[in-house]
């Protein structure tokens, strides 16, 4: 019985012991999660601002921790409560902030901003937003200055560059290329490395407001665009002997460092007593040589008129372009004058740089051709100073920045007002300009864009070259009203023995007395170059009426006004 009993009490012993152990352990257990409640609680408090919360956050972090510290559960649990609710206004707190902060970023004006920035502010978008829905409004923050910095600097206007709209080439319409000049303001210095994605391109047409233009290329034209330059060189007699040997010379130095591997092209243009187209444009270089070689001198000096036709058949040339030229003496045999080619040359924006060689130089005109045509004039002493200028011209060309993009509007003879800036945000300027697609018409240009009577009157052109020199009505017939004033008068003239060659055309005015006839308003160019007589030159202003005829086709019918020569040389 005694062992019975004995037995008994230590089964309760251990029940008792057990039950003791077993509390300790639940109570320990219960300890460690509060514990941990409180660790989460608080690292979620520390992505949020506590704003006017936080004497009331501290100090139900204090009641709490001392509850842990004397194991008393029930006043844990109380002001873990309490700490909760807290949080949970809190984060309703620091959400709506953030979420009136968020909607303000995304409102932002970021129409000045490059693919590059847009890019970098969707990223921000789409943290912000995780960074909400995740309740880490800390960092939240962080993204919040980061985008707001983005978008000041996008704001940001920089002035430390000059920029200058040179030429616009709309040989390939709707393309349109843009030929700037950029310097430094304070170094006059062309910054290299310019990139596509901080040009900005505005255009504007009508009575409608700028619109943003898509740039589709943009780059410095030295070793990826091509130049196109006229040569024109002096052969008249006071030339003759060693001037003209050592000019050979430093035309063929020059050569060397054109780049006709990436389509540079070259014509060379020389005058005496008339004007020779002696090489037309091309990157054939043996060619150009071999012509600089056969050179010999003249009599007369007619450098106007060398100007004036090597700016026309420039100004058809695809791409930039420029004229260069050289001098020892004064015009004394052009029909044109300075101020011819000053018009010619600003109208069509080709730059003409001249080098006047010794001290007979009627400087001031020289001067005033090449500063009004975004050129320059430098006098020399002798011809051996010539090499550097040709190089530092070619230079100057060859860091011009060109920048493409395709005009959307459907009239070719509408101006357009363009605005071009860049902005890397640490250099920037802008320049406003304008140009008519319309300008100029090469034989072989694009119609696209072009009214229909517009079209007409370009394929007519063209078939009538064709029909003179080849004496065959067939080429113009289809254009004309049968039995009209230009039919007629056309189908007589083309009999005649004349050679000449279509250089371009100008579109003035296109206009509808009524809805069936319009009137046409134009300049015509026109060349004539045989063997070694000197080049003839005119450009004819004319006016032609055209009739809709009854399938929905125009058709040239009569001269509402005489045509009238404008400028020529040697006609």
Same mark, same amino acid.
């Given at each position: 019985m005694k062992k019975t009993g004995s037995k008994i009490i230590i089964v309760i012993a251990v029940i008792i012991i057990a039950a003791v152990c077993g509390v300790f352990f639940r109570n320990s257990s219960q300890i460690r999660a509060a514990e941990k409640d409180l660790e989460e609680s608080q690292a979620r408090f520390e992505k949020c601002y506590l704003y006017d919360n936080e004497d009331e956050y501290h100090r139900l972090v204090n009641e709490c921790q001392? @509850?842990?510290?004397?194991?008393?559960?029930? *006043?844990?649990? +109380?002001?873990?409560?309490?700490? $909760?609710?807290?949080?949970?206004?809190?984060? @309703?707190?620091?959400?709506?902030?953030?979420? *009136?902060?968020? +909607?303000?970023?995304?409102?932002? $004006?970021t129409s000045k901003a490059y693919d590059s920035e847009l890019k970098k502010i969707d990223g921000y978008k789409d943290e912000l937003s995780s960074c909400i829905k995740e309740n880490d409004f800390k960092s939240a923050n962080d993204i919040k200055e980061e985008w707001q910095k983005l978008l000041e600097s996008i704001q940001i206007e920089y002035d430390n560059l000059d920029i200058q709209v040179v030429q616009v080439d709309t040989s390939d319409y709707p393309k349109v290329k843009i030929y700037l000049d950029i310097r430094d303001k304070t170094t006059n210095e062309v910054p290299a490395g310019l990139t596509k994605g901080y040009f900005w391109l505005e255009e504007k047409t009508g009575g409608s407001d700028f619109e943003r233009k898509t740039i589709t290329e943009a780059a410095q034209l030295d070793e990826k665009e091509a130049l196109n330059i006229n040569m024109v060189a002096d052969v008249s007699g006071s030339m003759q002997g060693t001037p003209l040997s050592k000019a050979k010379s430093i035309m063929n130095n020059f050569l060397d460092s054109v780049q006709f591997n990436i389509g540079d092209k070259v014509e060379l243009t020389t005058f005496s007593t008339g004007v020779q187209q002696a090489v037309e444009f091309t990157k054939d270089k043996s060619t150009l040589s071999q012509t600089i070689n056969g050179l010999t001198t003249g009599n007369m000096t007619s450098l106007y008129d060398a100007l004036f036709a090597a700016?026309?058949?420039?100004?058809?040339?695809?791409?930039?372009?420029?004229?260069?030229?050289?001098?020892?003496?004064?015009?004394?045999?052009?029909?044109?004058?300075?101020?011819?080619?000053?018009?010619?040359?600003?109208?069509?924006?080709i730059p003409v740089f001249i080098i006047g060689i010794g001290s007979t130089i009627n400087t001031t005109e020289l001067q005033r051709i090449g500063s009004e045509t975004n050129g320059f004039y430098r006098n020399i002493d002798s011809i051996d100073n010539m090499a550097d200028i040709y190089q530092e011209i070619y230079r100057q060309q060859k860091e011009m920045y060109m920048v493409q993009y395709d005009t959307e509007s459907d009239n070719k003879s509408e101006v357009r007002q363009i605005m071009v800036e860049y902005q890397d945000r640490k250099i920037g300027g802008k320049e406003y300009s304008s140009y008519n697609p319309d300008t100029l018409m090469s034989a072989t240009g694009s119609t696209t864009g072009m009214s229909e009577p517009e079209k007409v009157m370009h394929s007519y052109l063209n078939g009538f070259v064709k029909a003179i020199n080849s004496h065959d009505f067939s080429y113009i017939e289809k254009y004309l009203v049968k039995g009209g004033d230009v039919y007629n008068e056309t189908k007589e003239y083309i009999k005649k023995d004349i050679k000449e060659e279509f250089l371009s055309c100008n579109f003035l005015d296109i206009s509808y007395p009524t809805s069936d006839s319009c009137i046409v308003h134009m300049n015509e160019t026109y060349k004539i170059q045989n063997n070694k007589e000197p080049l003839h030159m005119r450009t004819i202003e004319s006016y032609y009426k055209l009739l809709k005829q009854s399938d929905g086709s125009w058709k040239i019918d009569s001269y509402p006004q005489n045509m009238k020569v404008v400028k020529k040389i040697k006609y």
């Open positions: 001392s @509850a842990i510290s004397q194991k008393d559960l029930d *006043a844990a649990r +109380k002001s873990q409560a309490a700490l $909760d609710d807290l949080e949970e206004r809190v984060v @309703a707190e620091n959400k709506e902030k953030a979420n *009136a902060y968020f +909607k303000e970023l995304q409102e932002s $004006d700016v026309n058949t420039t100004a058809v040339q695809d791409g930039a372009k420029c004229v260069v030229a050289f001098t020892d003496g004064k015009d004394n045999y052009s029909q044109c004058s300075a101020g011819d080619v000053i018009e010619v040359a600003q109208k069509y924006k």
